[in-house]
Antibody, heavy 121, light 107 residues
Framework: EVQLLESGGGLVQPGGSLRLSCAAS????????MSWVRQAPGNGLEWVSG????????HYANSVKGRFTISRDNSQNTLYLQMNSLRAEDTAIYYC??????????????WGQGTTVTVSS | DIVLTQSPATLSLSPGERATLSCRAS??????LAWYQQKPGQAPRLLIY???NRATGIPARFSGSGSGTDFTLTISGLEPEDFAVYYC?????????FGGGTKVEIK
């Protein structure tokens, strides 16, 4: 069964940093683009960042550009999100998600259960 | 960024009734529109991709239609497990964007 397992969430002070990880299993990880999507408490879904299967191409939401960095280690089947200069508005559940198709990232067919990030002093 | 506007915000229906959810894009997204279902405390689940294709394991009562800027998700006869929040998402342009969601609640 295809699975994604996020980790690394927690409580961090404003201005601080955090690194999220997403361990993938039961599919050819390097063949699929991946995304991070977040959901603030009581709010809707917000796409955060995406990365191609090779890791060469990355995209970001305007709200995190310059502060967050997405990366992947295909030898370890793991996706990462480095989050710097964190703000209260970054407080959310962060989901990693697998691209439906192997060629482009348009839609997401497998999601992890999420990891919670809280930015507060 | 492409803005997706979902309507209505809340839909109050009874089991067995037909649900019609709308998603309108601020510019054309061709057919690159997906629908997700989310229940409380759970991750989203892909229902429909490329506007009208059901994802693996999704029951036939879920159908999608539309292209360009106007899209519809139809649930032909609501089952108790279908009461949830539904989001549309465009995969045409970066950044990817989601609509604000439609909550389908029991009347």
């Amino acid at each position: 069964e295809v699975q994604l397992l996020e980790s690394g969430g927690g409580l961090v002070q404003p201005g601080g940093s955090l690194r999220l990880s997403c361990a993938a299993s039961a599919f050819t990880f390097s063949s699929y683009a991946m995304s991070w999507v977040r959901q603030a408490p009581g709010n809707g879904l917000e796409w955060v960042s995406g990365i191609s299967g090779s890791g060469v191409t990355t995209h970001y939401a305007n709200s995190v550009k310059g502060r967050f960095t997405i990366s992947r280690d295909n030898s370890q089947n793991t996706l990462y999100l480095q989050m710097n200069s964190l703000r209260a508005e970054d407080t959310a559940i962060y989901y990693c998600a697998k691209s439906l198709g192997s060629t482009t990232l348009r839609h997401m067919d497998v999601w992890g259960q999420g990891t919670t990030v809280t930015v507060s002093s | 960024d492409i803005v997706l506007t979902q309507s209505p915000a809340t839909l109050s229906l009874s089991p067995g009734e037909r649900a019609t959810l709308s998603c309108r894009a601020s510019q054309s997204v061709s057919s690159y529109l997906a629908w997700y279902q989310q229940k409380p405390g759970q991750a989203p689940r892909l229902l429909i991709y490329d506007a009208s294709n059901r994802a693996t394991g999704i029951p036939a009562r879920f159908s999608g239609s539309g292209s360009g800027t106007d899209f519809t998700l139809t649930i032909s006869g609501l089952e108790p497990e279908d009461f949830a929040v539904y989001y549309c998402q465009q995969g045409s342009n970066w950044p990817l964007t989601f609509g604000g969601g439609t909550k389908v609640e029991i009347k």
